[in-house]
């Protein structure tokens, strides 16, 4: 029975996909920060009628992965599949963003998979066999107004991932992205939470702005927007496919957008179109 290590699971696309894992019959071993907020993926397990096991890991610092992942090759004796979900959001322009919330938000975006992926490979090389399937967003293709850091932190992975995939692939590891457009968890209202209160000259000159980019997100998230098992569904088939791709769009429309990014090497049809949401 193969072994998965999914990142992130108290909420959102880490909790359906760490139990939509246990249900295609792998052996997930579920990770979060803080096992305190477990409840809602030990209840959706039992309703699923699935075992997982849960473990502590912060993405954020290299003793908690080493400490969660050695445990892992002590008990199981491999990882066969790394699902690293783990993420946080921020809402801001480049200007509205402190040094502080930067650095935050590439800890855990990009830090945090690049820990996680560093932790496991060894194993996975020796035994020339894996998956290492990373959750990035439309965001990591194209990025959105007011989330400078967000993206930067997505383009990263996807530069990492998109450079490791050849070089592990000769080594029998398979490395896919998994981007998500829309979806309706937890995560965005999170975001919105935690907006840094803006000075008087930001906020009037960014402000109208950002309650038209807010206006806009919220009418794609109500009619384009996905669930969490939706995305659940996609990394199962990563996961399990004997051909994975590197690249999962979630969506068809996502798909269409990010579609113009291959055809304009130029940049300027998607520098447009992510500014015709502002007024």
């Known amino acids: 029975m193969k072994i998965a290590l999914v990142t992130g699971t108290s909420t959102g696309i880490g909790l359906s996909s760490a139990v939509m894992l246990a249900q295609a019959g792998l052996t997930v071993v579920a990770t979060m920060r803080d096992l305190s907020k477990s409840e809602p993926l030990n209840s959706h397990a039992l309703k699923a ?3 997982l096991d849960l473990r502590t890991l912060d993405v954020t610092t290299d003793a908690s992965v080493e400490t969660c992942v050695d445990g892992i090759l002590r008990d199981y004796g491999r990882i066969d599949v790394v699902v690293n ?3 946080a959001g921020f809402l801001g322009t480049l200007e509205m963003t402190p040094a502080e919330a930067l650095r935050q938000t590439m800890e855990v975006n990009f830090f945090g998979v690049w820990r996680v992926t560093q932790a496991v ?3 996975m090389r020796v035994r020339r066999s894996g998956r290492i399937l990373s959750v990035t967003s439309v965001g990591g293709l194209l990025a959105q107004p007011f989330n400078d850091a967000y993206c930067a932190a997505k383009f990263a992975v996807e530069g990492a991932m998109e450079s490791l995939a050849p070089v592990a692939k000769r080594l029998g590891i398979h490395v896919s ?4 457009g ?3 968890t937890e995560f965005v209202a999170t975001v919105q939470k935690g907006m840094h209160a803006p000075t008087e000259s930001i906020r009037a000159d960014y402000g109208p702005m950002l309650e038209a980019y807010l206006n806009g997100t919220r009418q794609a998230f109500a009619t384009i927007g996905q669930t969490g098992d939706d995305i659940g569904k996609v990394i199962v088939e990563a996961a399990t496919a004997e051909t994975p791709h590197f690249r999962y769009v979630t969506s068809d429309i996502v798909r269409q957008i990010v579609a113009q990014k291959y055809v304009d ?3 300027d049809s998607v520098v447009a179109l992510s ?3 502002l007024p």
């Open 177 to 180: 992205l998994i981007e998500p």
């Open 121 to 123: 490979l060894p194993g």
């Open 182 to 184: 829309p979806v309706n």
């Open 265 to 267: 090497p130029t940049g």
């Open 49 to 51: 009628g699935v075992k």
């Open 275 to 277: 500014g015709s949401r």
């Open 85 to 87: 979900n783990a993420g």
